[in-house]
């Protein structure tokens, strides 16, 4: 049977009270008011974007979805962990700071917030899959503790999956920074020499410390490496060269099930709504406000992140009338995290576009 996909036509800056009518629109058809009941501690996991970028989900708009599980009688808090590399979200204090920076204030919203992964990303809970590349994974404690969840997430391209929304909200933004770090640690990053200009970019955005400028040259420590591909955002020779095809398939399909030991502690207590809206080159982890590489589509919704992801991805790339995702990151195989957690009983790849009339 197909997963249903719940679908509105929105825009980037458009009225807010369109938005909120929207938002109630998308969680009644998620059934929301059937799995959070009075009391339940409900997790809305979302990123808060980094220092100066500006294209995470609007925390206005989260406004919409807070309320409606207070009305519920739930109890919601804001959510995320701690990033792997260095940066303003890889303790609580700094990451809390930033959300507030941001707009995620609990005088304004009624909703504190609370990183799953604790203080230092050390709080973690362990869930049995037996899958291919994990046999249980490491989910952030707060996760795990929360009654309910629900996933705000903005598609986007990205720097080591091309494309990015629900799967690596849940996959790689519920790891710890021990689980993010076996998700990434087959990504070995290289120079390349002959483009490379030695101006030691990719050294001040390193995180681990493992570039090196030698006879103005780069050079990567793979001991040291953590293979966030930071350097490649930071590169403007194009001298850093990635090893996608089996490499760049096996980090989404590590993520993919990450994803699934999150699905799995959540069975049918857990919703997602995708932003397709201001869609970017990159993440909303980097550290700089970027142009739309697409037009909007609108916000999807479902309780299958596979067929929400993958209709979601439809939209944009019918929207631009071209495959956003491969245009962008055209050495990455972006759909491997659609295909591969299909054939884990992440969701299904097949489903059903309900239109908001």
């Given at each position: 049977?197909?997963?249903?996909?719940?679908?509105?036509?929105?825009?980037?800056?458009?009225?807010?009270?369109?938005?909120?009518?929207?938002?109630?629109?998308?969680?009644?058809?998620?059934?929301?008011?059937?799995?959070?009941?009075?009391?339940?501690?409900?997790?809305?996991?979302?990123s808060?974007?980094?220092?100066?970028?500006?294209?995470?989900?609007?925390?206005?708009?989260?406004?919409?979805?807070?309320?409606?599980?207070?009305?519920?009688?739930?109890?919601?808090?804001?959510?995320?962990?701690?990033?792997?590399?260095?940066?303003?979200?890889?303790?609580?204090?700094?990451?809390?700071?930033?959300?507030?920076?941001?707009?995620?204030?609990?005088?304004?919203?009624?909703?504190?917030?609370v990183?799953?992964?604790?203080?230092?990303?050390?709080?973690?809970?362990?869930?049995?899959?037996?899958?291919?590349?994990?046999?249980?994974?490491?989910?952030?404690?707060?996760?795990?503790?929360?009654?309910?969840?629900v996933v705000?997430?903005?598609?986007?391209g990205?720097?080591?999956?091309?494309?990015?929304?629900?799967?690596?909200?849940?996959?790689?933004?519920?790891?710890?920074?021990?689980?993010?770090?076996?998700?990434?640690?087959?990504?070995?990053?290289?120079?390349?020499?002959?483009?490379?200009?030695?101006?030691?970019?990719?050294?001040?955005?390193?995180?681990?410390?493992?570039?090196?400028?030698?006879?103005?040259?780069?050079?990567?420590?793979?001991?040291?490496?953590?293979?966030?591909?930071?350097c490649?955002?930071?590169?403007?020779?194009?001298?850093?060269?990635?090893?996608?095809?089996?490499?760049?398939?096996?980090?989404?399909?590590?993520?993919?099930?990450?994803?699934l030991?999150v699905?799995?502690?959540?069975?049918?207590?857990?919703?997602?709504?995708?932003?397709?809206?201001?869609?970017?080159?990159?993440?909303?982890?980097?550290?700089?406000?970027?142009?739309?590489?697409?037009?909007?589509?609108?916000?999807?919704?479902?309780?299958?992140?596979?067929?929400?992801?993958?209709?979601?991805?439809?939209?944009?790339?019918?929207?631009?009338?071209?495959?956003?995702?491969?245009?962008?990151?055209?050495?990455?195989?972006?759909?491997?995290?659609?295909?591969?957690?299909?054939?884990?009983?992440?969701?299904?790849?097949?489903?059903?576009?309900v239109?908001?009339?």
């Amino acid at each position: 049977m197909k997963s249903k996909v719940y679908f509105v036509k929105a825009k980037w800056g458009e009225d807010l009270d369109s938005i909120r009518k929207k938002t109630l629109w998308l969680l009644d058809k998620l059934a929301v008011k059937k799995f959070v009941k009075k009391d339940d501690l409900v997790a809305v996991k979302l990123s808060f974007g980094d220092k100066g970028n500006k294209g995470h989900v609007d925390a206005r708009h989260a406004r919409f979805v807070i309320d409606e599980i207070i009305s519920l009688k739930g109890k919601p808090f804001f959510t995320d962990t701690n990033t792997l590399y260095k940066a303003h979200r890889q303790n609580a204090v700094d990451h809390l700071n930033l959300a507030y920076e941001h707009g995620f204030t609990p005088d304004v919203f009624g909703a504190p917030v609370v990183f799953a992964d604790g203080l230092r990303s050390g709080e973690d809970a362990e869930i049995k899959i037996d899958k291919k590349h994990f046999k249980s994974v490491k989910i952030a404690r707060a996760c795990a503790d929360a009654d309910s969840v629900v996933v705000l997430s903005h598609v986007t391209g990205h720097m080591v999956t091309g494309f990015a929304s629900a799967i690596k909200n849940i996959g790689m933004g519920f790891a710890t920074r021990a689980g993010k770090l076996l998700q990434h640690c087959d990504l070995k990053p290289s120079v390349l020499t002959q483009k490379c200009t030695g101006c030691g970019l990719c050294v001040i955005h390193c995180p681990s410390g493992a570039i090196t400028i030698e006879g103005k040259i780069a050079r990567i420590d793979e001991n040291t490496c953590i293979g966030c591909g930071d350097c490649l955002v930071a590169c403007r020779s194009d001298a850093i060269n990635i090893p996608w095809g089996e490499t760049n398939t096996n980090v989404q399909e590590k993520m993919a099930e990450f994803a699934l030991g999150v699905m799995k502690d959540k069975e049918g207590n857990i919703a997602f709504l995708n932003y397709a809206m201001n869609v970017t080159h990159d993440c909303d982890c980097l550290a700089k406000d970027e142009p739309a590489v697409a037009p909007d589509a609108g916000i999807l919704a479902s309780v299958d992140p596979v067929a929400l992801d993958k209709a979601s991805a439809d939209l944009v790339n019918e929207a631009a009338k071209r495959d956003v995702f491969k245009k962008e990151w055209p050495k990455s195989n972006w759909t491997a995290q659609l295909t591969y957690g299909a054939e884990i009983g992440l969701g299904s790849l097949d489903y059903e576009l309900v239109e908001m009339e």
